[in-house]
């Protein structure tokens, strides 16, 4: 719907919104019929300026959680005081204290993702953070395996669902395209943590034995404090829904409304029912759910540097020792901040052609010459880097392509996140898909540590060649899921712009 501007002024863009609701109390005329593109603009700079910085910040300390493990697999390992050493940990072992992480990790991730919707983001979140915590200070108790096994099984279950619930927090304020930049700064951000994680473990190396503690011991603690705080903290600052009165005062009443009633037609609702069964059969019945588990266990399984050896692989490059290569992790935690970003700069100004264009802008029409050039390019840069890992030995060399293959394999998935949820329709959908898909991009977890066992070090050549084949199937998954999200069934944004530009 269009009006004629005024003479001299260009006309604007605007959206169609008929009816305002009354925050559920019932229905009110409030007379608007037209918000103009730079009205939308300055609303969603408020609410950037208001819940990015925080979640921003806090995703950051939970990938700092993360990667910390590998940070301290080789942190003192030259003084014979490193954490495999002290607790007489074996490789397979070793593996064993890395995937067990997952297993509860994902397996709670569904169940904690829906929680977020049945009791309230701020309160949920926040629980989140201050439950993984608490569990991170006390792996500096730990004695043996069996504690450490403990200790890594219960941050699995407390840390479980966090980026999941982000994701399906989002898709309740902005629209799956407008998530697009934001999602990836978020995810690039986020890369600060292994800057941080690397000169931290640099540092705590030094503190070894003051406290009679080990320096791994020290690095539980330090890394276990800051997501305590910020939990705390995080149940007062986070407002949870748009329409929710009693959080989101910084929003005007009509504000509110306007954000709620622009969203895609199926995103979810803080009225609906956080469980719905014939939403939940749907997403497993839908085509584009194995297709989209296609790309994602592709990319995971295929990542030729995942972050919980990367350390381990820098160091038996055979050109630094344990604590200069932990410091190493941070180049790579730099090109993959400037890979996201750019990406992320040009999927949503369409410079870029990957898949989800072609259902988020309604004046472009699915073009099959086109399917995902640019994500097929940026995975096969990846392809490229496999296998020339397997065949170069020059350290510096494969340094180099290490810091390559990690900028691209953290970018693929994440800018394809506004399409997968865009696939999906109603609160529950929503919710379980994003749980569901972001469970299968930590398979890794669990597989990753096999493929990338120290028995295959220090060259890797078998974890590279596994690594290949997999990113094959991954890339073939990309093509499968351009055509399906192609078809109008799985164009949900294509009827959202049709029934307002009716109206």
Known sequence: MSEV???????????????????????????????????????????????????????MFMRLNVNTVGNIAIINAEQKHDIKTQLHLSPSQWAWVISCFYYTYMGIEPFSTLMMKKTSPSFWISRIMVSWGIVA????????????????????????????????????????????????????????????????????AFADGHGHLAGWRWLFIIEGLPPIVLGLLTIFILPDYPDSKATAKFLTEQERHIIKERLYDGAPEKTSATWNTRQAIDVLWNPTFWSFAGIWVGNALGNPTPSFVLPTVIFELGFTNSNISNVLTVPTSVAIFLTLVTCAIMVRKDIWN?????????????????????????????????????????????????????????????????????ALKGTTAVGLGIALSNVLSNIDGLIGPLIFSTVYGPSYHVSYSICAGILTVGIISIAVTGALVGRPVFRPLQAFNSRHSAT
């Not at 994701?167 to 943590?193: G, N, Q, V």
């Not at 392809?383 to 990690?406: D, E, G, H, N, S």
Request: a positive charge.
């Open 354 to 422: 990957p898949f989800c264009v072609a259902f988020i802008r309604k004046d472009v029409p699915f073009d099959f010459k086109l399917l995902n050039v640019d994500i097929h390019l940026v995975q096969i840069i990846n392809l490229i880097c496999c296998v020339i890992l397997m065949t170069v030995k020059q350290p510096i060399v494969r340094y180099i392509f290490i810091l390559i293959a990690r900028s691209v394999s953290n970018t693929v998935v994440n800018i394809l996140w506004p399409s997968r949820v865009a």
């Open 137 to 204: 200070c006390c792996g500096a108790a730990v004695q043996n395996y069996a504690g450490l096994i403990t200790i890594r099984t219960l941050l699995g279950a407390a840390e479980g669902g966090f980026f999941p619930c982000i994701l399906y927090y989002l898709a309740f304020w902005f629209r799956p395209e407008e998530i697009t930049l934001r999602i990836c700064f978020m995810l690039a951000c986020s890369t600060f943590s292994g800057i941080i994680s690397g000169f931290i473990s640099y540092g705590v």
């Open 5 to 59: 501007a005024p003479a001299g002024k260009k006309p604007a863009s605007t959206t169609s919104i008929e009816k305002i609701a009354d925050g559920g109390y019932g229905e009110e005329n409030l007379s608007i019929d037209l918000v103009s593109e730079s009205e939308l603009k300055r609303i969603q700079r408020k609410i950037d300026l208001r819940i990015m910085p925080w979640i921003c910040l806090t995703y």
